[in-house]
């Protein structure tokens, strides 16, 4: 099983899968995927568009259930629904309620997770200054832009502060600044003790990431720390790290 490197000997990982395959009908999309992701650390997975990167990620959230392997969340068998309250989880497609504004949708959210009164309140103002939206508080989420309705679904995902927080193409139609600010806390997040997966096929988003796994037609091809995956593959970008591997498995 391939795994990240980093994890301490003895320890069991923050996330672990484990040979795991998932059919969809008559349609394979992951080919024995195994990859230990440990405690406070950011694991980016590496992959164009189909490669079966959102795939993997609802099985860590324990959205789907693999055909094949097993799935550990903090030392959890994935699915469990009790587990969800522990996991931020942000899709690629927006989960909100347009006819409501941005401040209902969070304090829906919120009072999924049990947040209320005060810290409630206090949680909506520090998830919506982070996306820099606190001046459309009120407005209807139909009327946000495509962008600004990413910004709002980060700060869905951010408002319990998960133990695990996994983000599929998080920053996508957000802007170079705000995408910065963005990472700033991401790094924050971890430092204190947050576990996180992003998945991204932006290749300057990825050498941000602790760990990688690159993954093509549904199979992991390497993993590892960016600047390890660069020095094996004698490639001065990811983006020539990710052919070689991608040839090689080939």
């Given at each position: 099983m391939t795994s990240t490197n980093g994890n301490i000997a003895g320890n069991p990982p923050c996330i672990r899968v484990s040979h795991v395959d998932k059919v969809?009908?008559?349609k394979q999309v992951l080919f024995d995927i195994g990859i230990d992701v440990p405690y406070s650390r950011i694991l980016g997975f590496l992959g164009p568009s189909g490669s079966g990167k959102t795939t993997l990620v609802k099985l860590i959230a324990g959205i789907d259930a693999s055909t094949r392997g097993d799935v550990y969340l903090?030392?959890?068998?994935?699915?469990?629904l009790d587990m969800m309250s522990k996991i931020g989880y942000m899709a690629q497609s927006d989960a909100l309620y347009g006819e409501l504004t941005a401040e209902e949708n969070l304090q829906f959210f919120a009072s999924m997770y049990r947040l209320s009164g005060t810290r409630r309140k206090q949680r909506i103002e520090e998830v919506m200054q982070l996306v820099d939206l606190s001046g459309h508080l009120k407005k209807q989420v139909k009327l946000y832009s495509g962008g600004m309705k990413r910004r709002l679904s980060l700060a869905i995902a951010l408002i319990h502060e998960p133990p695990v927080l996994i983000l599929d193409e998080p920053t996508v139609g957000i802007d170079p600044v705000?995408?910065?600010s963005v990472w700033e806390e991401l790094y924050k997040l971890s430092?204190?003790?947050t576990t996180i997966i992003i998945t991204t096929h932006v290749m300057d988003e990825a050498e941000k990431c602790d760990g990688l796994g690159m993954i093509r037609d549904g199979r992991l091809i390497a993993s590892g720390s960016p600047e390890k995956l660069k020095k094996a593959a004698s490639s001065d970008t990811l983006e020539e790290a990710f052919l070689f591997y991608?040839?090689?498995a080939r």
């Open positions: 969809f009908g008559k903090l030392d959890e068998k994935m699915p469990k705000l995408r910065r430092r204190s003790g991608g040839g090689a």
